[in-house]
T-cell receptor, first 114, second 115 residues
Framework: QKEVEQNSGPLSVPEGAIASLNCTYS??????FFWYRQYSGKSPELIMS????GDKEDGRFTAQLNKASQYVSLLIRDSQPSDSATYLC??????????????FGKGTKLSVKP | GAVVSQHPSRVICKSGTSVKIECRSL??????MFWYRQFPKQSLMLMAT?????????EQGVEKDKFLINHASLTLSTLTVTSAHPEDSSFYIC???????????FGSGTRLTVV
């Protein structure tokens, strides 16, 4: 079983719609969770981090974490063509105060159609 | 926010030569940096963890004698690909952990092509 799993997509949504990206992880002791966006040929850029169960909102983005189900998601409201990219879910087994490495999923490619 | 500078952004080298990639944290001290490799349409795979003042920790299957990592200061880590071969062609990305916000900031990546 892969440590961090994501649907590779592509996920296609119309402009203005909500894009929903999902991620599951296998290590129950994982403590911190991250969503990164990666444009083709570029390095990842952080969108959000989440550490506690529940929702965390930042602008058009909402991250949701359910540790019991080992599931983390990212919702993008009012999707824009500029949101078209690959979204990487990353997990760290340590809490925010430790500098363990991130384990990445393969990423979900999102395409927002004008 | 934290800034990590990575150079060069692109490099083409001949098979058998060595290439050095630099990763610098510009506005914070990074005791730990991470080196990733990403092949086309694949995710980031951790190669090694670079610790300031000590030896790097390599992931299983990564040859430490081929991928030399030096983290001599709190703001600089280097990755040297020695005796490069075409199969080493990849996108190499560094990341630094910032204790100020517990965040991981990535460098802009280095596209290595070995011909």
């Amino acid at each position: 079983q892969k440590e961090v799993e994501q649907n590779s997509g592509p996920l296609s949504v119309p402009e203005g719609a909500i894009a929903s990206l999902n991620c599951t992880y296998s290590d129950r002791v994982s403590q911190s969770f991250f969503w990164y966006r990666q444009y083709s040929g570029k390095s990842p850029e952080l969108i959000m981090s989440i550490y506690s169960n529940g929702d965390k909102e930042d602008g058009r983005f909402t991250a949701q974490l359910n540790k019991a189900s080992q599931y983390v998601s990212l919702l993008i409201r009012d999707s824009q063509p500029s949101d078209s990219a690959t979204y990487l879910c990353a997990v760290n087994r340590y809490d925010g105060g430790s500098q363990g490495n991130l384990i990445f999923g393969k990423g979900t490619k999102l395409s927002v159609k004008p | 926010g934290a800034v990590v500078s990575q150079h060069p952004s692109r490099v083409i080298c001949k098979s058998g030569t060595s290439v050095k990639i630099e990763c610098r944290s510009l506005d914070f001290q990074a005791t730990t940096m991470f080196w990733y490799r990403q092949f086309p349409k694949q995710s980031l795979m951790l190669m090694a963890t670079s610790n300031e003042g000590s030896k790097a920790t390599y992931e299983q299957g990564v040859e430490k004698d081929k991928f030399l990592i030096n983290h001599a200061s709190l703001t600089l880590s280097t990755l040297t690909v020695t005796s490069a071969h075409p199969e080493d062609s990849s996108f190499y990305i560094c990341s630094a952990f910032d204790r100020r916000d517990y965040g991981y900031t990535f460098g802009s990546g280095t596209r290595l092509t070995v011909v």
